[in-house]
């Protein structure tokens, strides 16, 4: 069994085009769960979780009607308004009635400000995310936000966050060391998790594998342990680098050469615990 924690659905109708260049031309388009159903079928992933990808309402709508009878989809990590308290207040009681709500995401990387999460006026809102028991997914992309993560734990410790991609690692640079001692400061707070995803993208173009991948899941095994580690596709985005089967086959023979008896953890129970799967 395995749990496939990170991946989207999109109407390229919500989707800022500002955000598509020619270097998107492989996902410029609808992806939908028959897209993807028969692939994770053919990886052996049993559930899966599907994750927000436009700042708007009306894209939380689309993806909790694309997956309202899916079984195989066991949780929405949704959008919602994080800078004004009234309008999350209103929008997180509508969205208690979706029983696959897990969580919130807000795109932090595509925000002029990189410390955006940190401002004041978002504070309040991420308050009440932790009380309506939902998690905070942070699509940190080293240099930028890693290092907010210690002091976001440290003002909500009672709100579990969940550092996607594992911040965008340098794979293959000077930088991985910097951007490793960020990751450990944000594994020291034992509401961070970190889900090894999304590697791909900052891998070698055309030509990866699973050795290309395993000295940042190395880093962060040793950081977070299977227990706060889970894995995800981020398909479609996967397909700029690679294929949905080729991104699973590497991450997860990567997790099993580093973590060993402990890839089952990190490949099904963490996610199906975080996410209140049934797997």
Same mark, same amino acid.
């Given at each position: ?49 599907? #994750?927000?990808?436009?700042? *708007?309402? +009306? %894209?939380? =709508? ?5 997956? @309202?009878? /899916? $079984?195989?989809?066991?949780? #929405?990590?949704?959008?919602? *308004?994080? +800078? %004004?308290? =009234? ?5 997180? @009681?509508? /969205? $208690? ?23 004041? $006026? ?158």
């Amino acid at each position: 069994m395995a749990v496939d924690a990170h991946h989207h659905f999109w109407n390229p109708d919500r989707i800022p085009q500002s955000w598509m260049t020619d270097e998107h031309v492989a996902i410029d388009r609808a992806f939908e769960p028959a897209d993807l159903e028969l692939l994770v079928r053919e990886a052996g992933v049993d559930r899966t979780v599907v #994750v927000q990808s436009a700042p *708007r309402d +009306d %894209d939380t =709508d689309y993806m909790f009607e694309l997956v @309202a009878d /899916l $079984d195989w989809i066991g949780g #929405v990590v949704a959008w919602c *308004r994080l +800078d %004004d308290l =009234d309008v999350a207040r209103s929008r997180l @009681a509508e /969205l $208690d009635s979706r029983p696959k709500l897990r969580g919130i995401r807000h795109l932090i990387h595509q925000e002029p400000d990189p410390h955006w999460i940190l401002r004041p $006026d978002v504070q309040p809102a991420l308050e009440l995310v932790a009380e309506h028991n939902l998690l905070l997914e942070l699509p940190a992309v080293y240099p930028d936000h890693l290092d907010d993560v210690p002091e976001l734990a440290r003002r909500h410790p009672g709100l579990t966050l969940v550092l996607d991609h594992l911040g965008k690692p340098p794979l293959g640079t000077a930088q991985m060391t910097p951007w490793e001692e960020l990751l450990r400061a944000a594994a020291q707070h034992r509401n961070v998790y970190a889900k090894i995803s999304g590697l791909n993208t900052v891998a070698p173009a055309g030509s990866w594998g699973a050795a290309d991948l395993e000295p940042a899941i190395e880093a962060a095994f040793d950081a977070f342990g299977a227990e706060r580690l889970l894995c995800g596709s981020d398909w479609p985005v996967a397909l700029l680098n690679g294929t949905y089967e080729q991104v699973w086959r590497e991450t997860t023979a990567a997790v099993d050469r580093v973590a060993g008896p402990a890839a089952e953890q990190i490949l099904t129970r963490t996610a199906a615990t975080l996410y209140r799967l049934h797997v």
